[in-house]
């Protein structure tokens, strides 16, 4: 009995960390990205903040742009891991943000997604 | 048949008008703009209904802005020309129901930004500033979407999703001026 559990939790670690691996395809991430563009840009500020020079930046600090309280106050630097959590639920991770979406709750689509994102950043349209 | 290939304006106006159902709902505007009613019955409006109907006034202030920016390029022709302003007109009445309800619920309304930032050096053609329009509006489609879960009231969840039907009929519309299939998914995501 012991075995067969032990076994089950390797496999849902298993599971989770290949979860983590996705490779995610810019292509298909730029379709993603479509359903961002109400709100979202990568150069400008809209009614969410440009999307140019997100790897690396700390969370609520684009210069100019009204974030909420909650925003500003979530200390963290956004990366793959940092922007998959967010990205997967907005409002539960920062309760009170105004990015009022329910999130892309499917890991592969946000793993393309954030690969857009991570290409994109390298574009000329980011100035690079 | 897109508005292209209709013989005159007028024809294309009418294809138009019979295909898209210009008129938002009227139970949708009921809804939102009475509040005493969204207390009574929908369940309990919070701070977060507010946060979340500042978001999409705020995207409907830019798509505003946006079909502005369209109408005065001067790339515009007839029928496509009064389409635009149509459709603009819809993003209208959108801001100012949202702005209203908003105040009901006694929130503070978001304001317009005094200047929005838009790509206009990549507008150089027609198609060009239709498939600016069809970006935003498939987003908006979208960003409905994702916000209609999210609302404690049920009765602000279905005027959303009220507005979401009318930005989605947009896209479809501005799609096929664009001679691309109207509807190219049995879902919208």
């Excluded at chain 1, 075995?3 to 379709?31: C, F, N, S, Y």
């Excluded at chain 2, 020309?81 to 978001?110: E, N, R, W, Y």
């Excluded at chain 2, 053609?125 to 987003?139: C, I, P, S, Y």
């Amino acid at each position: 009995m012991l075995v067969r559990l032990l076994a089950g939790l390797i496999l849902v670690v298993a599971a989770g960390a290949a979860g983590a691996a996705i490779k995610g395809d810019p292509a298909a991430g730029k379709e993603i990205y479509a359903r961002c563009l109400a709100c979202h840009t990568l150069a400008s500020d809209r009614v969410g903040p440009r999307h140019c020079g997100l790897f690396g930046r700390r969370a609520g600090s684009v210069k100019g742009f009204e974030y909420s309280d909650a925003m500003k106050r979530y200390k963290v630097v956004w990366n793959e891991k940092t922007l998959d959590r967010f990205l997967a639920n907005p409002l539960k991770i920062v309760p009170g943000t105004n990015m009022t979406y329910a999130g892309v709750p499917d890991p592969r689509e946000r793993a393309d997604l954030i690969a857009y994102l991570k290409q994109a950043n390298e574009s000329p349209e980011c100035g690079k | 048949m897109t508005f292209f290939e209709m013989p005159t304006p007028l024809a294309a106006r009418r294809l138009f008008l019979g295909r898209s159902g210009l008129l938002l709902s009227g139970a949708a505007v009921a809804l939102l703009a009475g509040n005493d009613a969204l207390a009574a019955k929908g369940g309990k409006s919070t701070a977060g209904d507010v946060r979340i109907l500042n978001s999409a006034l705020g995207a409907e202030y830019n798509a505003i802005a946006a079909y502005q920016v369209g109408a005065e390029s001067g790339l515009l022709q007839k029928p496509v020309l009064d389409l635009a302003v149509t459709f603009q007109g819809h993003h209208k009445q959108h801001a100012d129901l949202l702005s209203k309800t908003i105040t009901k619920l006694s929130g503070t309304a978001v304001s317009a930004k005094a200047k929005y930032d838009f790509p206009v050096e990549t507008l150089k053609t027609q198609a060009d500033v239709l498939r600016f329009a069809a970006n935003l509006e498939k987003g908006a489609v979208s960003a409905y979407l994702g916000a209609v879960p999210l609302f404690g009231n049920h009765d602000l969840a279905k005027a959303a999703a009220s507005i979401l039907g009318d930005e989605a009929m947009h896209w479809a519309i501005l799609r096929n001026a664009l001679g691309e299939a109207p509807v190219p998914d049995a879902y919208v995501s």
